[in-house]
């Protein structure tokens, strides 16, 4: 049709044709759509299957996966350290060079008694102990066990080169003692096994072990353990045993053992130091003594602990608890002042004579009888325990009774050992229905009856603390692997004779010491009253005394007034000198001398004429002995560091408060180590030279406590740049 102009009329454009899309548009468009409905059908399917695999199955796959992600862990068997006071280490954990453990680890073994049989034959295990194993291993509960210890470096290499499944192989554990010799016989040592031997080792055997336990642990891909907190406290669960003693003190014990032990040619010689007031071992040795770190090359003599396993007949150290006897239960009848007759020095009784060793006696008052230990007087004085002087049974009940408050006991009678140690040989004291009246004629002044020197250390120390008994003890308390402390608790002191008995025999024991007709005043020491008793006693060897053999010993306990220190020292068969005056007590002496220069004891008798009015000054001196003692003062200085660059007491030292923190900023390690100690404070010392940090500040309120903290020290850089240090034990 034609337009009015003439022109061909164009078709109208379509609607739809405007929207239409492409036939490859279309395919594009589609493709997409399909893309995401399969990404969310298979994400859908992947969480539907991880749902069901996490939460449906959880437990089951748990199961599959366990042997891909963990394995069994042998965590050996370890042990608790043993500390002294202070926390300085006595005995710690080692390995074993060249000592190997070989142990079955059953889920890695394809045949448990195939791997039992091929270690066997390398090993060289008999047959039953074969069979002893393999019979072990087929318990259920039983996921490991030990095949051998003390497997040698050569057997290790050959079990290494035969690849057996399931076995692994071990560092044997031990133990090391890092003082050596020191408090050997208290500490005691562990056998091959790492068990408990002797001593302290053997006794808390229970307590210090932990055995060994086989652990699930995981791993990652490379097989590696990985980290984990649990598993962490499990390796390293142990407890501590903290000691009383002081190493230091035990070191100048040791020391002054040993030199008496040599110069006197003596059988041996022991001693004790205890904490009056509280019964702690301070320190406790006897020589000859061994090193536990090869105690096999020691012979057994030395390896014996003879402070505590055997006995010996006390002598004259037993004389005060007779008079002490006397006092109490007959008051009316005997005082210090009462006079006996002690007949020249020679007495027939009960079919024997009687005799005082050196010198011959009349008439003597209680007190001068103990003065100049009179054997003939003490006798006397046990006769006035019965209604006539012929009552010996009266006079044995009594006396019984008494030593028997005192600690004193029979092996027969069952009572239990007088500190924590195994091994203790109670002594001689028979019921009184078995005493003939030969008796009474001489257990009063320290025969027939024998005793142990840590029963004697206990008895004094009841008349230190003016009746009252404390149990002598050598566990302070117990660490934890937090390093919190824990206080072992203690006995109680129990009362078992009145004071005003007890002030009476201690002014006696003071004039042995100070009378000048006193047998003991070689121990004087200015500025300080002590009191003590000398003892000489024959020695008897299977019931019958030998003659020229005797036991020298002193006993005794200072300052008089407020006993902080009780000291017994026993010189067994002395073949140079013999009496204990003159073989225990100087070596008496220079221990209480080194306790009261350490403890920072001030005297308590200042006007004593032959106490200087001050300390000398020997700091930065050189001499290569420890100890001096200046000639006008008589006090004893101990020089520790370089050169003798410093000295306790220092020249003007003076205690601090125990009530109150210290200031221990800028201080040696022993400077820091020394004022603590005085004041019966004690901390753990980490690193070595000069107080940097102290954990509790200066100036602080302690409320009782006894355990201070962690000490920090850093390194004292001398001119010629090398680092100076004070150990926290002196020796030569």
Same mark, same amino acid.
């Given at each position: ?77 370890? *042990? ?41 034959a390398i090993l060289n295990l008999e047959e039953t102990e074969m069979e002893r194993h393999i019979t072990a ?106 000691? /009383? ?138 006769? /006035? ?141 200015p500025g300080f009253h002590i009191a003590g008793k000398t003892g000489t006693a024959q020695k008897a060897i ?7 053999? *005797? ?182």
């Amino acid at each position: 049709m034609a337009s009015h102009d003439g022109t061909r009329p164009q078709p109208i454009a379509r609607l739809d044709g405007a929207i239409k899309m492409t036939d490859a548009e279309h395919t594009s468009g589609f493709r997409i759509l399909l893309l995401m409905l399969g990404s969310i059908a298979i994400i859908s399917g992947l969480m539907l299957r991880l749902y069901y695999l996490q939460v449906i199955k959880a437990d089951s796959m748990k199961d599959r996966s366990k042997p891909q992600r963990t394995y069994y862990l042998s965590l050996p068997p370890t *042990r608790g350290m043993l500390l002294d006071r202070n926390w300085r280490t006595l005995a710690a954990n080692a390995k074993q060079t060249g000592n190997y453990i070989v142990m079955l680890d059953k889920k890695r073994s394809k045949n448990v008694s195939e791997t039992v049989r091929n270690v066997g034959a390398i090993l060289n295990l008999e047959e039953t102990e074969m069979e002893r194993h393999i019979t072990a291993l087929t318990q259920p509960d039983v996921k490991a066990r030990d095949l051998k210890r003390n497997v040698s470096e050569e057997m290790k290499t050959r079990l290494i080169e035969a690849d057996i499944p399931g076995i692994v192989l071990r560092d044997q554990p031990g133990r090391f003692y890092p003082e050596g010799r020191l408090a050997c016989h208290l500490i005691g040592f562990t056998g091959k096994d790492n068990k408990g031997w002797a001593g302290l080792e053997y006794v808390l055997d229970d307590k210090l072990e932990v055995a060994e336990r086989v652990i699930l642990a995981e791993k990652d891909q490379s097989r590696r353990m990985l980290a984990d907190e649990d598993l962490t406290t499990l390796m390293n669960q142990r407890v501590d045993v903290v000691l /009383t003693i002081d190493s230091y003190i035990q070191y100048v014990v040791e020391r002054e053992l040993q030199k008496v032990w040599e110069e006197c040619e003596a059988e041996d010689a022991n001693a004790v130091v205890l904490h009056a007031k509280t019964g702690e071992i301070l320190a406790m040795a006897t020589v000859p003594n061994y090193d536990p770190n090869t105690y096999q090359d020691s012979p057994l003599e030395a390896r014996k602990n003879r402070l505590l396993a055997e006995t010996f007949e006390p002598g004259s150290i037993l004389k005060p608890f007779t008079i002490i006897a006397a006092l109490d239960k007959k008051k009316d009848v005997v005082t210090p002042n009462t006079i006996f007759d002690c007949e020249n020095g020679s007495y027939y009784f009960a079919g024997n004579t009687i005799r005082d060793d050196i010198h011959r006696f009349g008439k003597l008052s209680v007190r001068d009888i103990l003065v100049r230990s009179s054997n003939i007087g003490t006798v006397k004085i046990a006769q /006035t325990l019965g209604n006539n002087a012929d009552d010996y049974k009266n006079q044995a009940a009594y006396l019984y009774d008494y030593l028997r408050r005192f600690g004193f006991k029979d092996k027969q009678s069952g009572d239990p050992n007088t500190t924590e140690l195994p091994y203790e040989h109670s002594g001689i004291l028979p019921p009184p229905n078995k005493w003939h009246k030969s008796r009474i004629g001489a257990v009063p002044f320290g025969q027939a009856i024998a005793t142990n020197t840590m029963i004697l250390a206990g008895a004094y120390a009841a008349v230190a603390n003016r009746g009252l008994y404390v149990s002598p003890h050598a566990i302070k308390g117990y660490r934890d692997v937090d390093g919190i402390f824990y206080p072992r608790e203690q006995a109680p002191p129990v009362r078992i004779v009145s004071q005003s008995v007890i002030e009476q025999v201690v002014d006696m024991m003071v004039a042995v010491t100070e009378d000048p007709e006193g047998t003991g005043t070689r121990v004087r020491i200015p500025g300080f009253h002590i009191a003590g008793k000398t003892g000489t006693a024959q020695k008897a060897i299977n019931g019958e005394y030998v003659k020229g053999k *005797r036991v020298a010993s002193f006993a005794g306990f200072f300052p008089a007034e407020n006993p902080q220190f009780v000291i017994i020292v026993v010189v067994d068969e002395p073949r140079k000198k013999k009496y204990g005056a003159e073989v225990a007590g100087p070596t008496w002496k220079t221990i209480a001398e080194e306790l009261i220069a350490y403890w920072g004891i001030t005297p308590t008798y200042p006007s004593d004429p032959m106490l200087a009015a001050k300390t000398p000054r020997a700091e930065g001196k050189r001499n290569e002995r420890e100890r001096k003692t200046d000639a006008a003062s008589h006090i004893a200085l101990q020089l520790f560091g370089v050169n003798g660059a410093m000295q306790i007491p220092s020249q003007w030292h003076r205690s601090h408060s125990p009530d109150i923190m210290p200031n221990l900023l800028g201080r040696t390690l022993r400077e820091a180590y020394v004022e603590l100690a005085i004041n019966g404070l004690y901390a753990q010392f980490v690193g070595n030279g000069k107080v940097v940090m102290q954990e509790i500040a200066a100036g602080t309120e302690l409320k009782n406590r006894q355990h201070v903290g962690v000490i920090h020290c850093e390194p004292i850089l001398t001119d010629s740049g090398v680092t100076e240090t004070f150990t926290l034990l002196a020796k030569n």
